[in-house]
Nanobody, 121 residues
Framework: QVQLVESGGGLVQAGGSLDLSCVAT????????WEWYRQAPGQQRELVAQ???????NYQDSVKGRFTISRDNVLNIVYLRMYSLKPEDTADYYC???????????????WGQGTQVTVFS
């Protein structure tokens, strides 16, 4: 069984910063690409950032230069450091990761429970 637990998030004034983290625990053999998604009220879930096992990073255009994704391959943690936050960054943020469990031959995608980020002006 693989579980993802997110932490971080909260309430911040525009221009401020927040850090999110997400740890994968359980019977993990390999962890592949990590992703952060967000979903604002009434909006579809959108990809914010992703990082491959080889640390290749991709960002949504609206967060480039403001968000940084990183990972720890030993501890199976992904981080999202968010700077210069704007009210439009307000959303529920979800981490996702492709994991090969010890009892599986293929990768499966797992999701965190979500954490709320609210940016006020």
């Amino acid at each position: 069984q693989v579980q993802l637990v997110e932490s971080g998030g909260g309430l911040v004034q525009a221009g401020g910063s927040l850090d999110l983290s997400c740890v994968a625990t359980g019977s993990i053999l390999r962890v592949n690409t990590w992703e952060w998604y967000r979903q604002a009220p009434g909006q579809q879930r959108e990809l914010v950032a992703q990082i491959t096992r080889g640390a290749v990073k991709n960002y949504q255009d609206s967060v480039k230069g403001r968000f940084t994704i990183s990972r720890d391959n030993v501890l199976n943690i992904v981080y999202l450091r968010m700077y210069s936050l704007k009210p439009e960054d307000t959303a529920d943020y979800y981490c996702g990761v492709d994991v090969q469990a010890t009892d599986r031959e293929t990768y499966e995608t797992y999701w965190g429970q979500g954490t709320q980020v609210t940016v006020f002006s």
